[in-house]
């Protein structure tokens, strides 16, 4: 059974930092690429972060140079550092992997950047 598992979400002043994890089971994780979505409430789900089997990372604009997507295919994970939170960073993350043959979701978790 293919499962991801979120974790790291929490309550963190603005300025603050957090690390999201989302831990892969049931698949082998090094051939699919990966990524980290979010929803805000009201909002549509947006790209955050992607990272390929080979590292190549992209980012959405209003991330760049605050949030750093990797992986570590030995322990099946795919970490989000986000540094300099904002409040409008606000949203429930998610978690995907997705190669030719499919593309699956982790259940999400919540961030709150709030003062």
């Known amino acids: 059974q293919v499962q991801l598992v979120e974790s790291g979400g929490g309550l963190v002043q603005p300025g603050g930092s957090l690390r999201l994890s989302c831990a892969a089971s049931?698949?082998?994780?090094?051939?699919?690429?990966a990524g980290w979505y979010r929803q805000a409430p009201g909002k549509q789900r947006e790209l955050v972060a992607t990272?390929?089997?080979?590292?190549?990372?992209n980012y959405t604009g209003s991330v760049k140079g605050r949030f750093t997507i990797s992986r570590d295919n030995a322990k099946n994970t795919v970490y989000l550092q986000m540094n300099s939170l904002k409040p409008e960073d606000t949203a429930v993350y998610y978690c995907?992997?997705?190669?030719?043959?499919?593309?699956?979701w982790g259940q999400g978790t919540q961030v709150i950047v709030s003062s």
């Open positions: 995907n992997v997705n190669n030719i043959h499919r593309s699956v």
């Open positions: 990272i390929t089997t080979g590292g190549r990372t």
């Open positions: 049931g698949i082998t994780f090094s051939i699919y690429a």
